[in-house]
């Protein structure tokens, strides 16, 4: 079946402007991560979704980030008033609940010039 | 908290040799370990898991590792290199059974494969 997507696959944009990322995660996944990858930090976890529970954003880096899901599927991450050290690649992965293996999407490279 | 430490940063091989990366871990409670192989410019692939059962994990395209709890190590192994194998190598810790399923990631390995 089809996989986790992402879109876009690539986005520039301008310090100071908003951003948003889309993930599809693959069909009937109640679980839904969000991790950011950059040369800096490495893989570090951003948020999470279960289900209806509210999500855990333990991992978010700043109030300019935050992270929706409509109807138990798509997620949306978004980031405000971009800053050069939100430029990263952000991955998206998704696991059926109880389960323990998170399938990850091909990830949306982020540049803020 | 737990935490994931990977020794080298970059690892050269020839070709048909032994593949080995090192992953050492850090968690208060039972952890699930994993490790996922990037390749350039795509996401994470899942190579093998480790959640409690049998300590000695088999995964795809040929790896392996072995978890051993009084070493706190998970290493990966693959008796002979091949040229596809060369890719970025991440292992990851979450916590176990009923617990949260966020994973802890090391800074990556890259495996490089000469002729």
């Known amino acids: 079946g089809a996989g986790v997507s992402q879109s876009p696959s690539n986005k520039v944009t301008e310090k100071g402007k908003d951003v948003e990322l889309r993930c599809d995660p693959i069909?009937?996944?109640?679980?839904l991560y969000w991790y950011r990858q950059s040369l800096g930090q490495g893989l570090e976890f951003l948020i999470y979704?279960?289900?209806?529970?509210?999500?855990?954003k333990s991992g978010l880096p700043s109030d300019r980030f935050s992270a929706e899901r409509t109807g138990g599927s798509v997620s949306t991450l978004t980031i405000q008033r971009t800053q050069q050290e939100d430029s990263a690649v952000y991955l998206c992965?998704?696991?059926?609940?109880?389960?323990?293996?998170?399938?990850f999407g091909p990830g949306t490279r982020l540049t803020v010039l | 908290a737990q935490s994931v430490t990977q020794l080298g940063s970059h690892v050269s091989v020839s070709e048909g040799a032994l593949v080995l990366l090192r992953c050492n871990y850090s968690s208060s409670v039972p952890p699930y370990l994993f490790w996922y192989v990037q390749y350039p410019n795509q996401g994470l692939q899942l190579l093998l898991k480790y959640t409690s059962a049998a300590t000695l994990v088999k995964g795809i395209n040929g790896f392996e590792a072995e978890f051993k709890k009084s070493e706190t190590s998970f290493h990966l192994t693959k008796p002979s290199a091949h040229m596809s194998d060369a890719a970025e190598y991440f292992c990851?810790?979450?916590?176990?059974?009923?617990?949260?399923?966020?994973?802890?990631f090391g800074t990556g390995t890259r495996l490089l494969v000469s002729p």
């Open positions: 990851a810790v979450s916590e176990g059974p009923g617990g949260f399923q966020k994973l802890v």
């Open positions: 979704f279960q289900g209806n529970s509210a999500p855990d």
């Open positions: 992965a998704s696991s059926l609940q109880g389960t323990d293996t998170q399938y």
């Open positions: 069909s009937g996944h109640t679980a």
